[in-house]
């Protein structure tokens, strides 16, 4: 069941909460700490939901972030969106699915709750991403972002990521887009570059050129990183 407004933006139901959830939940949330003091609270929060395997703690760390949807500041929905989006956990989804669905909320957390949902690979939020895609009176950043989503999502569930033997990135974080194949031990990075700058290709395309240049460039002292 989709989450209701009131569930979103409640801080109440503390009763049996984990102490250290409580804290951060009400560091987080609170509007007259200062923004660093919130990051903080919730970086640490999404530490505690990105536990795997999940732990008693994930369920209720994913509910702390998503209480802190009712500030005013884009800047911190952005990210808690993104932090979201990161668990691995489909009790993320209905916070986001929430805010992509707010036309009243701020095109930056929107278009980071569609970002959200694609991470997570959720199926289900396919058609949602797919009619805001198509619905040409959204703002482009929300368009574009849900054509990546859609894509990635589609490309979580094919036959061809199967076949992909893609390098393990050094990175942690669960990208837009997965990076693009190398199909020899000799990277392609002037065809890369040609993929991510040609703006007739989707988006999805180009995006996994850019990880694929990304993961191509670091550490920097790689020889592939000043080309990349």
């Known amino acids: ?17 984990d102490p250290i959830i409580l804290s951060l939940r009400k560091t987080l949330t609170t509007e007259s700490n200062p923004l660093a003091h919130r990051f903080r609270a ?16 994930t369920i209720p760390a994913i509910k702390a972030i998503a209480a802190g949807f009712s500030s005013p500041s884009a ?11 990161q668990t691995r956990n489909a009790a993320s989804v209905p916070y986001l699915r929430h805010v992509l ?10 278009h980071e709750a569609a970002e959200a949902l694609g ?3 959720d199926l289900a939020s396919l058609d949602l991403l797919e009619r805001f ?15 990546i989503a859609a894509a990635r999502i589609e490309w979580e569930h094919s036959s061809d990521r199967k076949r992909e033997q893609l390098k393990q990135s050094d990175f942690a974080s669960i990208d837009p887009a997965p990076p693009l194949p190398q199909a020899s031990q000799k990277p392609a990075i002037e065809e890369l570059q ?18 694929a240049l990304r993961d ?9 990183a000043v080309p990349a």
């Open 75 to 85: 800047l911190l929905k952005h990210e808690l969106a993104y932090c979201l989006g």
């Open 216 to 224: 191509l460039s670091s550490p920097p002292d790689l020889p592939t």
């Open 194 to 211: 040609t993929t991510l700058l040609d703006t007739t290709l989707p988006l999805f395309q180009r995006y996994r050129a850019m990880f």
């Open 101 to 110: 669905s707010d036309l009243q909320e701020d095109t930056m957390c929107r």
């Open 1 to 17: 069941m989709a989450p209701s407004a009131i569930d979103v933006h409640s801080g109440v139901a503390n009763d049996g909460m």
């Open 133 to 147: 895609r198509d619905a040409v009176e959204e703002p482009p950043e929300v368009r574009e972002t849900c054509e």
């Open 42 to 57: 919730l970086f640490s929060l999404k530490h505690l939901a990105c536990l795997d395997p999940p732990t008693e703690q």
């Open 119 to 121: 991470a997570l690979g």
